[in-house]
C-alpha cells in the first residue's frame, strides 16, 4: 500500500513535471511569435527600401521658364564655348559628376552616337566639374568624342544642379534645354543615371 507522503510526493513531482511543460510550451511559443514579427518588420522594412529606392530613383522635370543664365566655359580640347553666341538654336545643357562615373560618359556617348540630335539642330554641351586630365582618361577608356566644358562650379550653381545627385557638391545627371530665344524652358534629373537618347530627344522636342 502507498503510504500518504507518497502520493503528496508522486502529485508534486507531476504538477512540477505539468508546469515546466507549461513554460516550456509558452517559451517555444514566445519564441515562435518573436520569430513571425521579426520576419514581418523585416518584409516591411525591405518594402520600405524599395519604396524609397524607386520614389529617389524618378525622374524630376521642371517646366518653369527663365532667361538662361549666360556663360564661356573652356572644353577639354582647348576650345571654349559662350552661351550666348549660341543664340538662334536649340541648346542642351548636361550636366553629370563627369570623372569617375562611367554612366556619365556613356550617357554622352549614345547621346553623340544618335545623329538625330544634329538633324534636329540642337547643340549639346556636356558640363563637368572637373579638370581635363581627370576627365579625358575616361573619355578616352570608354570612347566619347565629345569635348566636355569645364566647370569650377559656378555654372553648375547657377542652373541649380549641385547636390541632385550621390553627391553634394557636385551636379547629378540632369539636363536643361535652352530654346532659340535663350530662355531654359525644361530641367530634368535622372537618378537612375541614364536616358535613352530617343526618349531625351523626344522629351526635348517637345519643349521647343
Not at 3 to 11: I, T
Not at 83 to 97: H, N, W
Not at 137 to 157: C, T
Not at 187 to 206: R, W
Amino acid at each position: 500500500m502507498t503510504s500518504g507522503s507518497a502520493v503528496k510526493r508522486d502529485q508534486h513531482r507531476q504538477e512540477v513535471v505539468a508546469a515546466a511543460l507549461k513554460a516550456r510550451v509558452a517559451a517555444e511559443r514566445r519564441h515562435r511569435i518573436t520569430r513571425i514579427a521579426a520576419g514581418v518588420v523585416g518584409v516591411l522594412v525591405v518594402a520600405g527600401l524599395v519604396t524609397a529606392g524607386l520614389l529617389s530613383g524618378r525622374p524630376t522635370q521642371d517646366v518653369a521658364t527663365r532667361m538662361a543664365p549666360d556663360f564661356t566655359l573652356t572644353a577639354t580640347d582647348g576650345t571654349s564655348a559662350t552661351l550666348s553666341a549660341l543664340r538662334g538654336k536649340p541648346v542642351l545643357l548636361y550636366f553629370s559628376e563627369g570623372a569617375g562615373c562611367d554612366a556619365c560618359l556613356v550617357q554622352m556617348q549614345k547621346i553623340e552616337q544618335d545623329p538625330a540630335f544634329a538633324t534636329a539642330g540642337i547643340t549639346i554641351l556636356p558640363i563637368v566639374m572637373n579638370t581635363a586630365d581627370q576627365i579625358n582618361p575616361d573619355r578616352e577608356r570608354i570612347g566619347v568624342k565629345s569635348a566636355f566644358y569645364l566647370d569650377d562650379g559656378k555654372v553648375s550653381k547657377a542652373y541649380n544642379v549641385l547636390g541632385k545627385g550621390m553627391h553634394a557638391g557636385l551636379p547629378g545627371h540632369g539636363f536643361v534645354l535652352i530654346n532659340t530665344a535663350g530662355k531654359q524652358v525644361w530641367s530634368a534629373e535622372y537618378p537612375s543615371m541614364y536616358l535613352a537618347p530617343d526618349a531625351l530627344l523626344k522629351e526635348v522636342t517637345s519643349h521647343l
